[in-house]
């Protein structure tokens, strides 16, 4: 099967399929054995899986990955064709999609400053001593700020799960990234599903208003949901 000529490295290389029984790997001829994660092959890897699955089940294997022939790539889905078929028939008819949520961290920490008791009698008490400027009434204030953001945080992630357990087949948490990011997480959902998820995750957005701020990505194939290693195993002359 043939998905065109819109293979990456920007030489226009045919996309098409090598088949092992009723799997098959798509791909593309390259002369290199190394691409560079440029935004342009990146949008180009992204447009192919985009192509593909259209109509098909897939599994993403990672940017990059480079075989020397048809038959080295025949050889992998053979010897992998178990866990292959497995996972093809967990995925098939679900979609992934991201959710980042962010918070402004300052507006937060001030309406901390005025609703947790605990912090806000410290300050009172700091103000009261003229100790406000000291290192370790500092560094003990910011503890508690710390861990009432912390606490906060949880909270209010539990809350947008338990908005969306409900229409999503499982999720995943990933790595934060900086101090304004709260939840970087993945969602495999049934792809009859799809409208029904998009109206969750804005009726959860909805109830925080401009307090987070959501950002929703996908489809996209279930990278977060499989765990498949690619390995071609040469056996040695004797």
């Known amino acids: 099967m ?18 092992q029984g009723d799997i098959a790997a798509v791909v593309s001829k390259t002369p290199v054995f190394i691409f560079d994660p440029t935004r342009e092959n990146a949008l180009a890897h992204e447009h192919v899986i985009e192509t593909v699955m ?29 866990s292959l078929k497995d996972v093809l028939k967990q995925m098939a008819n679900k979609l992934e999609f991201g959710l980042k949520v962010t918070w402004d961290r300052d507006r937060i920490v001030e309406e901390l400053k005025k609703e947790n ?30 861990k009432a953001l912390a606490e906060r945080a949880a909270e209010v992630v539990r809350e947008i799960y338990d908005g969306l ?12 990234i900086g101090d304004k990011m709260i939840m970087n997480a993945a969602f495999l959902i049934q792809k009859d599903k799809e409208t029904e998820f998009d109206a969750a995750v804005n009726a959860v957005a909805q109830k925080f208003g ?25 056996g040695t002359a004797s």
Not at 2 to 19: A, D, L
Not at 131 to 145: D, E, H, V
Not at 165 to 176: E, Q, T
């Open 2 to 19: 043939s998905f065109g000529k819109i293979g990456i490295g920007g030489i226009g290389e045919n996309v098409y399929t090598v088949h």
């Open 54 to 82: 259209k109509n098909n089940t897939i599994i993403p294997m990672s940017f990059g990955t480079v075989f020397r022939t048809d038959d080295d790539i025949r050889e992998v889905l053979k010897s992998i064709y178990p």
């Open 117 to 146: 008791e605990e912090i806000h009698r410290f300050q009172h008490e700091l103000t009261r001593k003229h100790l406000q400027s000291t290192y370790f009434a500092r560094m003990q204030l910011g503890r508690m700020i710390d």
């Open 165 to 176: 357990r409900a229409v999503c087949v499982a999720s995943r948490d990933n790595k934060v």
């Open 210 to 234: 401009d307090r987070l701020n959501f950002k929703y990505t996908g489809p996209w194939p279930p990278y977060n949901f499989v765990n498949i290693r690619l390995k071609l195993e040469r």
